[in-house]
């Protein structure tokens, strides 16, 4: 079987997909709508041009191109029910449902569904009366709180609180529908979790599950996690943090549970799950967020590492057949770090030309595009996080040499990386 695939995306993720794509054996031709410059320069990988909010055009080019395949990065089209969309017209498309999707796409439902099926997460309310939020917080009166838009914000609808005043503000703001919009008429409110977080990712056919292997991103901007909240400055696989325990712990606890519970109220879930977990001191796992994709930057190490064919995996879990599958990983560690543009992810300046890329060989280190556009026959930087440049090694330190070493490679004038990714990893390998 030679399968034609279209991944749906245009970041670092979708370029990782695609390229893991690109390499299987049971693939012939993969193609990206939309891509960017990263994927247009792989062998084996075409851009096209089409608007992912376009369901039909994209259903009409998988008609004309014999698709075999559709493989959905981003968590907005999955949430408008892409999936469903492109079933309907009789192409595998893998991920969840609109239903399904609701487990991301709002808070309200996620954090209801884990209280319903006794699966561990921190302890919320939920509201759209401004007052009643207020009347809470005065109730509550303990700091950090958590609050968060009810619905898809691009990573930017949580705020951590440190006092009455900000929580007051946040609220105010979300509430008024000024700064999310719809996605924040309806807010959660929630106790802060202590711990470390690590990001576990299945891929699930709706009742059987394979995990994909561990990996944790570094979420904050700064060195030393300092700084504000971004989508991730860098991530790695394995986590050290997840140890065979707490491996466990996730699966029977939490994934399972999350499975079992979707297929019972009859949205199973058919997709790539990520749960974002906080492990405590005591190694219990708690669910922080769901996302209903594969998570960015932790996709481009994990498609380092994964040597199975990633088509056969998603065909075999559309089909259900997931518990005929099994999985081969890299056994080497590998680290990506992202080099974003200086500001993100508030004000940043795009058209840099960034220089250096033909110098990193593959050998050493793979460079996934996220925010890149080509002028004039020259990359440059066209979004706050720009590339991510990761390497494998026999662990994370070595993987965190060779990839920082490609690092200093690549420049531009407004070149902004973290100099840290893996650090916690590395200090636990020393241990
Ligand atoms: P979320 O989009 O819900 O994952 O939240 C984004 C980030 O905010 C998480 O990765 C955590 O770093 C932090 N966060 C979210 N909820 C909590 C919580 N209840 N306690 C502590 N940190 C949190
Ligand atoms: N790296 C976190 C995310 O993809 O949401």
């Not at 990782?16 to 993969?30: G, H, N």
């Not at 014999?66 to 907005?76: K, R, T, W």
């Not at 979004?383 to 993987?399: F, N, T």
Request: proline fraction near 4%; charge should be negative.
């Amino acid at each position: 079987m030679q399968n034609k695939v279209l991944v749906i995306g245009s970041g670092g993720r979708e370029h990782a997909l695609a390229w893991r794509l690109s390499l299987s054996t049971t693939v012939s031709q993969v193609f990206v709508a939309p891509g960017n410059p990263g994927t247009s320069r792989e062998k084996n990988i075409k851009n096209v041009a089409i608007d992912i909010n376009d369901f039909r055009a994209i259903i009409t080019f998988c008609k004309d191109n014999n698709i075999d395949l559709v493989v959905v990065g981003p968590e907005q089209p999955l949430c408008d029910g892409v999936v469903d969309s492109l079933t309907n017209a009789g192409i595998n498309c893998f991920g969840p449902t609109a239903d399904a999707a609701q487990l991301e796409g709002s808070k309200t439902f996620s954090k209801e569904f884990l209280q319903k099926n006794n699966i561990p997460t921190a302890a919320y309310e939920s509201f759209t009366n401004q007052d009643k939020a207020i009347d809470y917080l005065q109730k509550q009166n303990q700091y950090p709180i958590v609050i968060k838009a009810d619905g898809l914000a691009a990573g930017k609808g949580v705020v951590i609180a440190d006092n009455f005043n900000q929580a007051h503000d946040t609220v105010a703001d979300m509430l008024s529908g000024n700064v999310f919009g719809e996605a924040g008429h309806r807010i959660i409110i929630e106790e802060f979790l202590q711990g470390e977080e690590a990001s576990f990712i299945v891929i699930s056919d709706g009742e059987n599950f394979i995990p994909m292997a561990t990996s944790q991103d570094h979420k904050a901007r700064d060195d030393g996690d300092k700084g504000p909240n971004t989508g991730g400055m860098g991530a790695y696989s394995p986590a050290p943090v997840v140890t065979e325990e707490v491996f466990q712990k996730t699966i029977d606890l939490i994934i399972k549970p999350t499975i079992r519970g979707m297929k019972q109220q009859g949205t199973p879930f058919v997709g790539f799950l990520y749960a974002g977990l906080m492990i405590d001191k005591n190694n219990n796992p708690k669910v922080l967020e769901f996302n209903v994709r594969f998570g960015d930057p932790e996709t481009q190490p994990i498609m380092m590492r994964l040597q199975s064919n990633l088509d056969e995996l998603c065909l075999a879990a559309i089909k259900g057949q997931l518990n005929l599958c099994e999985v081969n990983w890299n056994h080497q560690a590998c680290l990506g770090v992202v080099l974003a543009e200086k500001g993100y992810p508030n004000q940043y300046y795009k058209g840099s030309e960034i220089s250096g890329l033909e110098s990193i060989s593959e050998d050493s280190c793979k460079v996934f595009h996220a925010g890149t556009a080509e002028k004039g026959g020259k990359i440059v930087t066209n979004g706050g996080r720009v590339l991510c440049v990761c390497a494998l090694g026999e662990d994370i330190e070595l993987a965190q040499n060779k990839a920082y070493q490609c690092v200093d490679k690549i420049t531009w004038e407004t070149k902004y990386n973290r100099k840290d990714i893996g650090f916690k990893a590395i200090k636990s390998e020393q241990s």
